[in-house]
Protein backbone atom coordinates (compact mmCIF):
# COMPACT_ATOMS: atom_id res chain seq x y z
CA UNK A 1 0.00 0.00 0.00
CA UNK A 2 1.19 4.03 -0.84
CA UNK A 3 1.97 5.70 2.15
CA UNK A 4 0.92 9.18 2.22
CA UNK A 5 1.34 11.79 4.80
CA UNK A 6 -0.80 14.65 6.07
CA UNK A 7 1.07 17.57 6.85
CA UNK A 8 -0.59 20.42 7.92
CA UNK A 9 -3.27 19.56 10.75
CA UNK A 10 -4.88 21.63 13.82
CA UNK A 11 -5.96 20.62 17.47
CA UNK A 12 -7.20 22.17 20.23
CA UNK A 13 -4.47 23.38 21.37
CA UNK A 14 -4.39 26.33 18.34
CA UNK A 15 -7.80 27.00 16.76
CA UNK A 16 -8.91 23.12 15.85
CA UNK A 17 -11.59 21.21 17.73
CA UNK A 18 -10.04 17.82 17.60
CA UNK A 19 -7.34 16.51 20.88
CA UNK A 20 -4.35 15.61 19.23
CA UNK A 21 -5.55 12.06 20.57
CA UNK A 22 -8.67 12.37 18.04
CA UNK A 23 -6.12 13.21 15.42
CA UNK A 24 -4.22 10.19 15.92
CA UNK A 25 -7.68 7.93 16.03
CA UNK A 26 -8.61 9.56 12.78
CA UNK A 27 -4.92 9.77 11.25
CA UNK A 28 -4.79 6.11 11.80
CA UNK A 29 -9.01 4.81 10.98
CA UNK A 30 -7.84 6.63 7.60
CA UNK A 31 -4.18 4.66 6.63
CA UNK A 32 -2.27 7.42 6.92
CA UNK A 33 1.35 6.67 7.82
CA UNK A 34 2.71 10.67 8.85
CA UNK A 35 0.75 13.23 10.49
CA UNK A 36 2.43 16.38 11.03
CA UNK A 37 0.90 18.87 14.13
CA UNK A 38 1.03 22.35 13.10
CA UNK A 39 -0.71 24.25 15.46
CA UNK A 40 -0.54 28.24 15.48
CA UNK A 41 2.26 29.60 17.24
CA UNK A 42 2.18 26.89 19.70
CA UNK A 43 3.84 22.99 20.13
CA UNK A 44 1.80 22.18 23.08
CA UNK A 45 0.19 19.21 21.29
CA UNK A 46 3.23 17.62 19.58
CA UNK A 47 4.18 15.15 22.25
CA UNK A 48 0.46 14.16 23.74
CA UNK A 49 -0.07 13.26 19.49
CA UNK A 50 3.37 11.08 19.36
CA UNK A 51 2.29 9.50 22.92
CA UNK A 52 -0.88 8.40 21.53
CA UNK A 53 0.55 7.29 18.29
CA UNK A 54 2.99 4.77 20.32
CA UNK A 55 2.34 1.59 18.82
CA UNK A 56 0.03 2.32 15.92
CA UNK A 57 2.08 2.75 13.40
CA UNK A 58 1.58 6.18 12.95
CA UNK A 59 4.98 8.77 12.59
CA UNK A 60 4.31 12.16 14.43
CA UNK A 61 6.39 14.79 13.09
CA UNK A 62 6.98 17.76 15.01
CA UNK A 63 5.51 20.85 13.68
CA UNK A 64 4.57 24.56 14.12
CA UNK A 65 2.67 26.90 11.73
CA UNK A 66 4.51 30.67 12.50
CA UNK A 67 2.26 33.57 11.79
CA UNK A 68 4.25 36.05 9.73
CA UNK A 69 3.51 39.46 7.76
CA UNK A 70 5.13 41.33 5.01
CA UNK A 71 4.04 44.32 3.03
CA UNK A 72 0.42 44.08 4.78
CA UNK A 73 -0.11 40.35 3.61
CA UNK A 74 -0.43 37.70 6.13
CA UNK A 75 2.26 34.69 5.14
CA UNK A 76 2.30 31.69 7.27
CA UNK A 77 5.77 29.24 7.34
CA UNK A 78 5.46 25.75 8.40
CA UNK A 79 8.55 23.71 10.24
CA UNK A 80 8.83 20.70 10.58
CA UNK A 81 11.31 18.27 12.69
CA UNK A 82 11.96 21.08 14.85
CA UNK A 83 13.37 20.51 18.12
CA UNK A 84 10.79 21.56 20.74
CA UNK A 85 13.15 21.98 23.60
CA UNK A 86 14.93 24.76 21.74
CA UNK A 87 15.70 27.92 23.60
CA UNK A 88 15.42 30.43 20.56
CA UNK A 89 12.32 28.84 19.40
CA UNK A 90 10.52 28.23 23.43
CA UNK A 91 11.27 32.33 24.17
CA UNK A 92 9.54 32.94 20.36
CA UNK A 93 6.36 31.26 21.07
CA UNK A 94 6.11 32.37 24.78
CA UNK A 95 6.56 35.72 23.50
CA UNK A 96 4.01 34.79 20.60
CA UNK A 97 1.19 33.42 23.00
CA UNK A 98 1.93 36.59 25.05
CA UNK A 99 1.18 38.97 22.13
CA UNK A 100 -2.13 37.06 20.65
CA UNK A 101 -3.77 37.09 24.48
CA UNK A 102 -3.25 40.77 24.89
CA UNK A 103 -4.58 41.18 21.43
CA UNK A 104 -7.50 39.07 21.47
CA UNK A 105 -8.12 41.39 25.24
CA UNK A 106 -8.15 44.29 22.91
CA UNK A 107 -10.57 42.68 20.16
CA UNK A 108 -13.03 41.64 23.18
CA UNK A 109 -12.64 44.56 25.00
CA UNK A 110 -13.78 47.28 22.05
CA UNK A 111 -16.59 44.57 20.91
CA UNK A 112 -18.06 45.54 24.43
CA UNK A 113 -17.40 49.09 23.68
CA UNK A 114 -19.18 48.61 20.73
CA UNK A 115 -22.60 47.35 22.09
CA UNK A 116 -21.85 43.65 22.64
CA UNK A 117 -21.03 43.54 26.64
CA UNK A 118 -21.64 39.85 26.61
CA UNK A 119 -18.63 39.01 24.96
CA UNK A 120 -15.86 38.36 27.63
CA UNK A 121 -12.44 37.10 27.43
CA UNK A 122 -12.75 34.65 29.86
CA UNK A 123 -15.11 32.68 27.29
CA UNK A 124 -12.67 33.17 24.64
CA UNK A 125 -9.90 31.80 26.34
CA UNK A 126 -11.88 28.59 27.28
CA UNK A 127 -12.25 27.64 23.14
CA UNK A 128 -8.47 26.48 23.72
CA UNK A 129 -6.17 24.39 26.25
CA UNK A 130 -3.61 26.69 25.75
CA UNK A 131 -3.03 30.79 25.26
CA UNK A 132 -2.79 30.41 21.44
CA UNK A 133 -5.91 32.03 20.95
CA UNK A 134 -7.07 34.42 18.35
CA UNK A 135 -9.88 36.16 15.80
CA UNK A 136 -11.32 32.18 15.17
CA UNK A 137 -12.14 31.52 18.89
CA UNK A 138 -13.85 35.28 19.32
CA UNK A 139 -15.21 34.00 15.41
CA UNK A 140 -16.55 30.90 17.58
CA UNK A 141 -18.34 32.99 20.46
CA UNK A 142 -19.87 35.43 18.10
CA UNK A 143 -21.62 32.54 16.25
CA UNK A 144 -22.76 30.75 19.72
CA UNK A 145 -24.13 33.92 20.52
CA UNK A 146 -26.27 34.57 17.64
CA UNK A 147 -24.45 38.14 16.54
CA UNK A 148 -22.95 36.15 13.34
CA UNK A 149 -24.19 32.94 10.92
CA UNK A 150 -20.77 31.39 10.42
CA UNK A 151 -17.07 32.31 10.71
CA UNK A 152 -17.42 33.95 7.16
CA UNK A 153 -19.81 36.51 8.31
CA UNK A 154 -18.14 37.16 11.85
CA UNK A 155 -14.63 38.43 10.01
CA UNK A 156 -16.61 40.13 7.26
CA UNK A 157 -18.62 42.60 10.33
CA UNK A 158 -16.56 42.17 13.28
CA UNK A 159 -12.80 40.83 12.75
CA UNK A 160 -11.32 41.57 9.76
CA UNK A 161 -8.95 44.52 9.21
CA UNK A 162 -11.80 46.80 7.45
CA UNK A 163 -13.93 46.06 10.76
CA UNK A 164 -13.64 48.96 13.50
CA UNK A 165 -13.16 46.12 16.26
CA UNK A 166 -9.97 44.72 14.29
CA UNK A 167 -6.87 45.04 16.05
CA UNK A 168 -3.28 45.02 14.15
CA UNK A 169 -1.37 41.69 15.01
CA UNK A 170 2.33 41.61 16.14
CA UNK A 171 4.64 41.62 12.78
CA UNK A 172 6.91 38.98 12.61
CA UNK A 173 8.86 38.86 9.15
CA UNK A 174 8.29 35.22 7.48
CA UNK A 175 12.37 35.65 7.03
CA UNK A 176 12.33 35.88 10.64
CA UNK A 177 10.17 32.96 10.93
CA UNK A 178 12.52 30.72 8.85
CA UNK A 179 15.37 31.36 10.95
CA UNK A 180 14.04 30.74 13.63
CA UNK A 181 12.16 27.39 12.42
CA UNK A 182 16.08 25.90 10.72
CA UNK A 183 17.86 27.91 13.69
CA UNK A 184 15.88 24.80 15.85
CA UNK A 185 16.66 22.35 13.62
CA UNK A 186 13.89 22.14 11.39
CA UNK A 187 13.03 22.59 7.45
CA UNK A 188 10.89 25.49 6.82
CA UNK A 189 8.19 25.37 4.14
CA UNK A 190 5.46 28.12 2.84
CA UNK A 191 2.28 27.71 3.56
CA UNK A 192 -1.09 27.79 1.21
CA UNK A 193 0.86 29.88 -1.53
CA UNK A 194 -1.82 29.78 -3.61
CA UNK A 195 -3.85 31.80 -0.48
CA UNK A 196 -1.10 33.72 0.00
CA UNK A 197 -0.63 35.12 -3.35
CA UNK A 198 2.91 36.35 -2.86
CA UNK A 199 5.15 34.41 -5.43
CA UNK A 200 7.60 37.07 -6.01
CA UNK A 201 8.60 36.18 -2.79
CA UNK A 202 9.79 32.45 -3.26
CA UNK A 203 13.22 33.44 -4.35
CA UNK A 204 14.44 35.61 -1.90
CA UNK A 205 12.69 32.78 0.50
CA UNK A 206 14.69 29.98 -0.87
CA UNK A 207 18.00 32.50 -0.28
CA UNK A 208 16.46 32.82 3.45
CA UNK A 209 16.58 29.32 3.77
CA UNK A 210 13.04 27.34 2.60
CA UNK A 211 12.89 24.21 2.11
CA UNK A 212 9.81 23.66 0.93
CA UNK A 213 6.10 24.29 -1.00
CA UNK A 214 2.69 23.73 0.20
CA UNK A 215 1.66 22.45 -3.29
CA UNK A 216 -0.54 19.60 -2.43
CA UNK A 217 -3.71 21.38 -0.70
CA UNK A 218 -7.30 20.93 -0.12
CA UNK A 219 -9.49 23.12 -2.61
CA UNK A 220 -6.14 23.52 -4.91
CA UNK A 221 -7.80 23.37 -8.73
CA UNK A 222 -5.18 20.91 -10.98
CA UNK A 223 -3.70 23.98 -12.99
CA UNK A 224 -3.25 25.61 -9.37
CA UNK A 225 -1.52 22.23 -8.35
CA UNK A 226 0.74 21.71 -11.51
CA UNK A 227 1.64 25.01 -11.16
CA UNK A 228 2.93 24.88 -7.41
CA UNK A 229 4.84 21.43 -8.09
CA UNK A 230 7.00 23.45 -11.44
CA UNK A 231 7.34 26.25 -9.23
CA UNK A 232 8.89 23.72 -6.05
CA UNK A 233 11.24 21.73 -9.32
CA UNK A 234 12.26 25.58 -10.83
CA UNK A 235 13.49 26.81 -7.03
CA UNK A 236 14.39 23.10 -5.77
CA UNK A 237 11.96 22.90 -3.10
CA UNK A 238 10.45 20.28 -1.38
CA UNK A 239 6.56 19.94 -2.83
CA UNK A 240 4.25 19.03 0.82
CA UNK A 241 0.86 19.25 0.96
CA UNK A 242 -1.92 18.83 3.76
CA UNK A 243 -5.37 18.99 4.69
CA UNK A 244 -5.05 22.22 6.91
CA UNK A 245 -7.57 20.16 8.97
CA UNK A 246 -9.13 22.32 11.79
CA UNK A 247 -11.42 19.11 13.04
CA UNK A 248 -15.11 20.01 13.39
CA UNK A 249 -14.24 24.09 13.60
CA UNK A 250 -14.08 23.69 9.74
CA UNK A 251 -16.20 20.56 8.38
CA UNK A 252 -14.90 21.12 4.71
CA UNK A 253 -10.71 20.51 5.35
CA UNK A 254 -10.65 17.05 7.19
CA UNK A 255 -8.06 14.91 8.46
CA UNK A 256 -6.10 13.15 5.06
CA UNK A 257 -8.45 15.17 2.47
CA UNK A 258 -5.26 16.59 1.37
CA UNK A 259 -2.17 14.32 1.06
CA UNK A 260 1.29 13.70 -0.09
CA UNK A 261 3.58 11.07 -1.01
CA UNK A 262 5.58 9.63 2.16
CA UNK A 263 8.93 10.29 0.08
CA UNK A 264 7.89 13.94 0.48
CA UNK A 265 8.63 13.75 4.15
CA UNK A 266 12.05 12.06 3.85
CA UNK A 267 13.30 14.33 1.64
CA UNK A 268 11.67 17.06 4.42
CA UNK A 269 14.26 15.13 6.63
CA UNK A 270 17.45 15.47 4.90
CA UNK A 271 16.59 19.53 4.52
CA UNK A 272 16.34 20.42 7.96
CA UNK A 273 18.62 23.08 9.25
Keep these: MKKVADLHIHTCFSDGLDTPEEVVQISVKKGLACVAITDHDSVEGVRPAMNAAMGTGLEVVCGVELSTEWSSSDIHILGYFIDLDHPALKRALERFCSVRIQRVRDIVENLQRGGYPDITFDEVRKLSKTDAIGRPHIARILIQKGYAADINDAFARFLGEECSFYVPKFKQSPYEAIELIRSSGGAAVMAHPMKTLKDELIPSFVEA ?65
Design 209 to 273: GLAGLETYYLGNSISETRFYEKLARKHGLVATGGSDAHGRARDYSLIGQATVDYAAVEELRSRCG
